[in-house]
């Protein structure tokens, strides 16, 4: 994803998520590796991320809850970054060298994930010996892998490279079959407005605004709106909306350790009073402390 942005700022000189019609213009290995690297990042099976993340199948609810808001993220990354319509009618390609190289990555998180049965085996020997463990081969049961015992059975990643494909099937047979008959394309409903059907696709403020209602429980979204009038409150002369999101690692983590820090601070105060008989009584409570402790 990194050397995708890149190849992006070489073609256009701006990281910003901008819908470009970029994989149109770039070529098919450029998605390629994309599509697989944010489906890894996301935790997706099955890619290498999700094979990762086994041995954390007891974090529970916070994992699905990270991986979840990772789903929808690098959604937005590769569905308006990189498949979105371009606002331009002449994009810049990506340098071909940037595209080869993503692609080629893209490959090896594939490949990764698919071989995961194979590589822990292979890894189980090297592990014996260095760690007297044998926890790589633990991980896996035949096809598949497994978090914690073989009756608990969780995925296969390399049965999932051949399922998926099959079922696919079905889509791409009715994707054929709608082709012999006509399709009516009408423009996009806007309000009752006539607007340009790139205006009207999702935007990065649509995207973010589902995110935030969706996950709200988590999130919890504030909205506020206040009226100025002037002489009668008929006449509104100022209308201030204001919207944001609770920062819960501020309220629940920060807050706390913060209001500690500052009682700590107050009660350590008086050690900077100036005052010379604290200095001395200090001094000699320290003293008594020392000679005590060589007598004991």
């Not at 808001?69 to 590769?78: I, R, S």
């Amino acid at each position: 994803m990194f050397l995708t942005a890149d190849g992006i700022y070489a073609a256009c000189s701006s990281y910003d998520i901008v819908p470009r019609g970029w994989l149109r213009c770039s070529g098919f290995l450029l998605g390629f590796g994309a599509v697989f690297a944010v489906i890894s990042l996301a935790s997706v099976p099955p890619q290498a991320s999700f094979v990762g993340r086994l041995v954390l199948v007891l974090a529970g609810a916070g994992l699905a809850l990270a991986a979840a808001v990772a789903l929808a993220t690098f959604v937005k990354v590769f569905g308006l970054g990189l498949l979105g319509l371009p606002d331009t009618e002449v994009t810049p390609n990506v340098p071909p060298a940037s595209a080869v190289a993503v692609g080629i990555l893209g490959i090896g998180v594939l490949a990764v994930a698919v071989g995961a049965p194979l590589w822990l085996n292979a890894l189980a020997s090297g592990a014996q010996a260095l760690f007297h463990a044998n926890s790589p081969q633990a991980m896996v049961s035949g096809w598949l892998l497994v978090p914690l015992t073989d009756q608990f059975a969780f995925i296969s990643p390399s049965k999932l490279v051949i399922v998926m494909p099959l079922l696919a099937i079905v889509p791409v047979a009715l994707l054929e079959l709608t082709k012999r008959h006509a399709i009516r394309r009408v423009p996009v409903w806007f309000g009752g407005m006539t607007a340009n059907g790139r205006e009207a696709t999702t935007t990065a403020l649509t995207f973010s605004n589902a995110m935030r209602t969706f996950y709200s429980f988590v999130y919890q979204p504030t909205m506020n709106t206040t009226r100025e009038h002037e002489q009668r409150e008929y006449f509104i002369k100022r209308l201030v909306f204001a919207s944001g999101v609770t920062d819960l690692f501020e309220r629940h983590l920060f807050e706390p350790a913060i209001w500690i820090v500052n009682q700590c601070a107050e009660r350590l105060r008086a050690l900077q009073s100036g005052n010379l008989n604290v200095y001395l009584a200090l001094i000699g409570g320290l003293l008594v402390a020392i000679l005590s402790l060589t007598l004991l």
